[in-house]
Antibody, heavy 116, light 109 residues
Framework: EVQLVESGGGLVQPGGSLRLSCAASGFTFSSPRMHWVRQAPGKGLVWVSR????????AYAGSVKGRFTISRDNARSTVYLQMNSLRAEDTAVYHCACQIGGVVYWGRGTLVTVSS | QAVVTQEPSLTVSPGGTVTLTCGSSTGAVTSGHWPYWFQQKPGRAPTTLIYDTSSKHSWTPARFSGSLLGGKAALTLSGAQPEDEADYYCLLSFSDDWVFGGGTKLTVL
């Protein structure tokens, strides 16, 4: 069974940093590309970033480019999202997701709240 | 970046049929956009209903189907059940980048 478990969320002040992790199991982690998707409270899904199976290429949504960095450790079956210079509008539940055989699998997400 | 549009809300009667659509600001949606449809219930992660326009996962109820219709991706629910009340999101791929629609809140009433 494919499982994705996010962690690392929390309350952070504007301008601060957080590092999210997503631990994967139930599949060959080194194969699929991995994504981060966020959902602000009461709002829709917004794609944030993706990383290919071997680490490149990488892509970011314009709203986070230059502030967020995605990476992966295939030996640990984990994908990361380093978030710097956080803003109030980054407040959201952050989900990791992967595509396997065309199907997208989702984690339950971790809540990031940016507030003073 | 492309904008993907969905109906903000729709209502269907129990047992009825409803079609949700997913359009693109760049023009007609095609199979090359690899359209996805996700269902999300309150407090839960999204789940994949439809991928690659019309393919179903093993857990997708038979009453859901995907297609291309009038230049848009479409999700048709035939024989709506109370448990189908949820938010539905489409996803289109543009050169490997994902763009989600704003979501459709489906009420079964």
């Amino acid at each position: 069974e494919v499982q994705l478990v996010e962690s690392g969320g929390g309350l952070v002040q504007p301008g601060g940093s957080l590092r999210l992790s997503c631990a994967a199991s139930g599949f060959t982690f080194s194969s699929p590309r991995m994504h981060w998707v966020r959902q602000a409270p009461g709002k829709g899904l917004v794609w944030v970033s993706r990383i290919a199976s071997d680490g490149t290429p990488i892509a970011y949504a314009g709203s986070v480019k230059g502030r967020f960095t995605i990476s992966r450790d295939n030996a640990r079956s984990t994908v990361y999202l380093q978030m710097n210079s956080l803003r109030a509008e980054d407040t959201a539940v952050y989900h990791c997701a992967c595509q396997i055989g065309g199907v997208v699998y989702w984690g339950r997400g971790t809540l990031v709240t940016v507030s003073s | 970046q492309a904008v993907v549009t969905q109906e903000p809300s729709l209502t269907v009667s129990p047992g009825g049929t409803v079609t949700l659509t997913c359009g693109s600001s760049t023009g007609a949606v095609t199979s090359g956009h690899w359209p996805y449809w996700f269902q999300q219930k309150p407090g839960r992660a999204p789940t994949t209903l439809i991928y690659d326009t019309s393919s179903k996962h093993s857990w997708t109820p038979a009453r859901f189907s995907g297609s291309l219709l009038g230049g848009k991706a479409a999700l048709t629910l035939s024989g709506a059940q109370p448990e189908d009340e949820a938010d539905y999101y489409c996803l289109l791929s543009f050169s490997d980048d994902w763009v989600f629609g704003g979501g459709t809140k489906l009420t079964v009433l």
